[in-house]
């Protein structure tokens, strides 16, 4: 009996070894060109993840669309790979900071808008095997205020995004205009059917995360499924935390579970 514990043993401890020594195929990273938009006469170069066995499949994907893509693509890419995944990524390269300021606050947000929506999604529509009923908005800092203002900007009967990763956002700007454009939604429809994670640093746009998060509570949305993580770090530092947990709450084991 002792001998067949010991085999039995060595047989676990083998396999377990196999499969630590088996690593998990990565997507396929491309640089994909450039897109001039009309709406913001802007030229935004794009970077795509598609996930390993899209060559081989005939299925349709999830999108997350990755705003200041040129600084977030490898992190959102090797965590989904880390996940498992199957899920598209388009990144959006904002270019410079100066442009940030323009593209991901009100009134530039407006067109901003209008070019993911009426131009970069159909494009990628195009371009890739997309599941149109599941498409993710993920930034940070500016590009989080923008992820917030795109939730709050679409129209409740034809929504394009069903969740945001939205990590430390400038809730400071234009409180008063995001405060109005919640009470405007709130107008049109009593539900909200998307997911939402949302971060915030202890160091960095606390009082604003804060601010939203209560808003959004307050307001009532029905289906809207909204969770909230503080971290002790900062406004940067927040970043690959805040990232890594928001895509497994979207895409492991908590809000949608896609594998």
Request: aromatic share 12%; net charge negative; glycine share 6%.
């Amino acid at each position: 009996m002792r001998r067949l514990n010991t085999a039995c043993k060595i047989t676990l401890l083998l396999l377990v070894w196999a499969a630590q020594g088996q690593a998990t195929e990565p997507g396929l990273r491309q640089d994909a060109g450039a897109f001039r938009s009309v709406y913001t006469r802007w030229t935004y170069p794009l970077r795509v993840y598609l996930p390993a066995g899209y060559a081989a499949s005939e299925r349709d994907y999830p999108v997350l669309y990755a705003l200041d893509g040129r600084i977030r693509f490898d992190l959102i890419a090797n965590r989904l790979d880390e996940l498992n995944a199957e899920v598209i990524v388009v990144g959006i390269d904002a270019t410079t900071n100066a442009r940030r300021e323009i593209d991901f606050e009100l009134p530039g947000a407006n067109a901003y808008s209008r070019f993911l929506t009426e131009e970069l999604i159909p494009w990628a529509d195009a371009q890739y095997r997309t599941d149109p009923a599941s498409r993710a908005l993920a930034g940070h800092s500016l590009a989080g205020l923008m992820c917030a203002l795109m939730l709050l900007f679409e129209d409740p009967d034809q929504r394009q995004f069903d969740a945001f990763l939205i990590s430390d956002a400038s809730f400071w700007d234009m409180p008063h205009k995001t405060e109005q454009l919640v009470a405007r939604l709130r107008v049109a429809t009593d539900t909200v059917p998307v997911n939402l994670f949302m971060a915030a640093a202890t160091r960095g746009n606390l009082k604003g995360s804060e601010w939203f998060h209560s808003l959004m509570q307050d307001s009532a949305f029905s289906d809207l499924n909204m969770t909230y993580e503080v971290y002790k770090t900062s406004h940067k530092g927040v970043i690959e935390p805040s990232f890594r947990d928001g895509l497994g709450w979207l895409y492991g084991s908590g809000a949608r579970g896609y594998h």
